[in-house]
Nanobody, 115 residues
Framework: QVQLVESGGGLVQPGGSLRLSCAPS????????VGWYRQAPGKQRELVAT???????YYADSVKGRFSISRDNAKNTVYLQMNSLKPEDTAVYYC?????????WGQGTQVTVSS
């Protein structure tokens, strides 16, 4: 069964940067959109950013101007560049692929912003 494999999380100081990556362990066909969600302790999972096959992007208001989503279609890989990180960005980040037959979720990667 195809899984999404995430990498790039970690501990960073406020104002710092991280780059998250997500790639499937096998082939996924007919992908409509890919994106990133996050879930902080005691809060619901929220959408952070998405990008469609037509390269249309969406960002949550809280990350606009700081985060950037991109994808490598040849590798079916999605990236999330996170700059000017704030303590409130601390959460588990999940990648998400929406394909014609089903949705796929990554296992989550922890991002902690703290001094």
């Amino acid at each position: 069964q195809v899984q999404l494999v995430e990498s790039g999380g970690g501990l960073v100081q406020p104002g710092g940067s991280l780059r998250l990556s997500c790639a499937p362990s096998g082939s996924i066909f007919a992908i409509y959109a890919v994106g990133w969600y996050r879930q902080a302790p005691g809060k619901q999972r929220e959408l952070v950013a998405t990008i469609t096959t037509g390269d249309n992007t969406y960002y949550a208001d809280s990350v606009k101007g700081r985060f950037s989503i991109s994808r490598d279609n040849a590798k079916n890989t999605v990236y999330l560049q996170m700059n000017s990180l704030k303590p409130e960005d601390t959460a588990v980040y999940y990648c998400h692929y929406r394909a014609s037959t089903r949705d796929y979720w990554g296992q989550g990667t922890q991002v902690t912003v703290s001094s």
